[in-house]
């Protein structure tokens, strides 16, 4: 598992940063208010890419790593016919999303299409090379697209800073990642058998379903502030939220995207499943927790480099509230959910995704017009944590038993002891610049939590700093 963490992670972390450029870059030339716009805009693109792409990539990362070599690529075409057929009533439905906008134009509806189109397309091909372990095409591919969506970012903003610019160069970016995937899939497309077809859809429809509902549940609340509050509060939610999602992405998706596809392999073995989902969960929280709970300990740092200083007056409250429901939908996405996928229960997925839809609409609304716009922090967080406990239960009611990390305890006192040795050694660094501040508190924390494990010699990490050593 670790070697295959290896391979990608590095360009993980590159594609993450290049988020973090785009948010900045998007923040410095858009106003509040024009961020705000955009990430409306987007959700309605986000919600059709659920429909008409993810689901699919999905549903190849569940049943192509155990296949045999001919299935393989017969998923390969099935799934490239399914994602092109899908496309087109994908974007006919954001021009009837945007009919009930008020900002609604066919300039518009055509270059959140083309970015329909072109973002599936990356995204489906990156999964392609993910799963046939084509670790040079996915680098090179992932590396452009990050290098090119800055720059074409930075240019065309600079030309006319307005949304449209910002969406062609999304679309830039991707399409033209996607020339280094020309041959991914090959000349022929290989017909797949009914039965394999049937179990795809079968497991895939639910996902369908459940990712749409999710991604309005997850984003819902932005609609809710544009209608309670105003766009300026869109944007300031919005550029908070994009970037911990950017950066809780970043942190899940080093583990998850190269050792999710090794703990399928196991699948029709409950002993092996149970000792690679045991190993993965324990990778996953030994980065995930300090993660979050660093994030947050260099929030007004954070915010002030990578949003600018317009955002940094705010109440650094909403963005803790916002990063514990991030790391919430994330520990659920990336662990959780997994119980009813490897159980193929799948099909309750909407079902929780509807429930938390209502949730998250009747709690944004209440608490927005109680609290302001802290309350949707509170709104966020209340959804998140019942769906953790919902995805639980359901997943345990059939069947599925979930591992004990091994790393739970070294983790949670490694992290402990980085926020008191960060907490008490900040003073020091107040009258440090800006920059050198957010790097002490990064190295400091750093360095406690990996001593921490050194000596509690989680994973039996000494042994494997010796081989290194030698």
């Known amino acids: 598992m670790l070697k295959k963490l290896l391979h990608y992670a590095p360009v993980q972390i590159i594609s993450a940063v290049s988020v973090f ?69 994908g974007s006919l439905s954001l021009s009837l999303c945007l009919v009930f ?66 969406i062609v160069a999304l679309i830039a970016s991707n399409a033209l990642a996607c020339l280094l995937s020309y041959n991914a899939i090959g000349r022929k497309l290989e017909k797949l058998p009914v039965k394999d077809r049937k179990a795809f859809i079968s497991y895939g429809l639910p996902i369908l379903f459940s990712g749409v509902l999710m991604t309005l549940s997850t984003r819902v609340d932005r609609i809710m ?75 007004p740092q954070l915010i002030v480099i990578l949003l600018g200083d317009n955002f940094s007056g705010f109440d650094i409250e909403l963005f803790y509230w916002i990063s514990f429901a991030i790391f919430c ?7 959780l959910d997994h119980g009813l996928q490897f159980t193929l229960k799948t099909k309750a997925l909407p079902f929780i995704s509807t429930f938390l839809l209502i949730i998250s ?9 109680h609290y302001g716009l802290i309350g949707v922090g509170y709104a966020f967080v209340l959804t998140q944590v019942i769906g953790v406990f919902i995805s639980y239960k359901v997943s345990t009611y059939y069947g599925y038993r979930y591992p004990f990390p091994d790393t739970f305890l070294s983790t949670f006192s490694a992290t402990l002891f980085m926020v008191l040795v960060v907490k008490l050694l900040a003073p020091l660094f107040v009258a440090l610049p800006l920059y050198p501040t957010l790097l002490c508190n990064i190295f400091v924390g750093s360095l406690v939590y990996l001593c921490v494990h050194l000596a509690f010699n989680t994973l039996n990490c000494r042994i494997y700093l010796k081989k290194v050593f030698q």
């Open 21 to 89: 450029f785009l948010i900045a870059l998007q923040t410095r030339f858009l106003s509040l208010s024009e961020y705000g716009l955009l990430a409306l805009i987007l959700v309605f693109m986000e919600a059709t890419r659920s429909f008409s792409a993810q689901w699919i990539n999905v549903s190849l990362t569940r049943f192509m790593p155990s296949a045999s070599t001919s299935d393989k690529k017969a998923l390969k075409g099935y799934s490239f016919r399914l994602l092109l057929s899908l496309l087109i009533p």
């Open 101 to 166: 906008s008020d900002e609604f134009s066919w300039v518009l509806w055509g270059a959140l299409s083309l970015l329909l189109i072109s973002k599936s397309c990356f995204l489906y091909f990156q999964e392609l090379f993910r799963l046939t372990d084509n670790v040079v095409k996915y680098r090179y591919s992932v590396l452009l697209q990050a290098i090119l969506s800055i720059v074409f970012t930075y240019l065309l903003l600079t030309f006319s800073s307005s949304i449209i610019m910002a």
């Open 225 to 299: 502030v544009s209608e309670l509050l105003g766009l300026s509060e869109v944007g300031l939610y919005a550029a908070f939220s994009n970037l911990l999602l950017g950066i809780m992405a970043l942190v899940f998706m080093v583990i998850a995207l190269p050792l999710y596809p090794e703990v399928v392999k196991e699948v029709k073995c409950k002993e092996k499943l149970f000792v690679a989902h045991k190993k993965y969960i324990s990778l996953l929280l030994l980065v995930t927790v300090p993660a979050t709970v660093g994030i947050n300990l260099i929030a």
């Open 329 to 335: 939908l994330n520990f659920r996405g990336h662990f």
């Open 361 to 369: 609409l009747i709690s944004a609304y209440l608490l927005i017009t």
